[in-house]
DNA sequence: GTGAGACATCGACACCTGTCGATATTCTCC
DNA sequence: GGAGAATATCGACAGGTGTCGATGTCTCAC
């Protein structure tokens, strides 16, 4: 397969979403099925133990990031599995990637899980 | 099969899970698999599009509280799903269930989500 | 450039979950 | 007690998800 080249990127800001700090709050009356999806969405995006292990430990974590190999042995878990969690949180919005050399850095987003917290108040 | 007499319980009040009104925190630093299963398990009960659509709809109701033929045009479901989803809703304490007549009322356990939220915090 | 290490992606598999129609259960009312 | 209505349960099916080993892609050090 032809191999574009595909230039790494600059190491990313992280959070693209951060432009939407919260999402239609479920007191809001008749919450609409597409509203419910995309909520459920990232709700689901926690609702799994090696996750929420991954959140504790990230913000644990001396700095408050954490890198893949730092993760892999108190998850008890192989690292392509820690990796593809880490991909969940991450296309939720819910932690942020930082490259430095051939390290991958996560941190949280606390916006992000504040609106969730706010959203079932 | 022998069926056992079964007699009606009085109307349940609720909430056989009113003691534990939190679960540990999620910033408390280094989180037990077994509690990262049960907080996963409440969490998974709310990453559903249909219940959360539930969830709001009760909410709205008149008097707090709805029965199973209000909610099933709403969601556009079987009546067996959406009962389904109201029993998950139930195990997981996040409703209470009050029989009157033949009709099953449902209401919302605010401090079980009050909780939820206050662990995303 | 070459080798080694950190991380991401892929393909495959078992298991869980949402959904439905059919049916059982439980109540009310006559 | 028998008919009818509201709800719960059952069995089955399709689709989603967590997990792994194998492999690809970067980056750094020499």
Redesign the pocket.
Known sequence: MA?TV?R?SPPTSGQEAGSEPCWPALSEAPLRRADAETLAGVL?AIA???RLQLISLIQAARGGEA???DLVDPLG?????V??????LLDAGLVS?C?R????YYRLVPERLAALAQLLA
Chains 1, 2 share one sequence.
Do not use: E, F
């Open positions: 191999t595909q790494h689901r799994d133990p090696a890198c893949v190999c878990l192989s690292q392509p599995t990796s593809h969690h880490l991909k969940v990637r490259r050399g051939s390290w991958a």
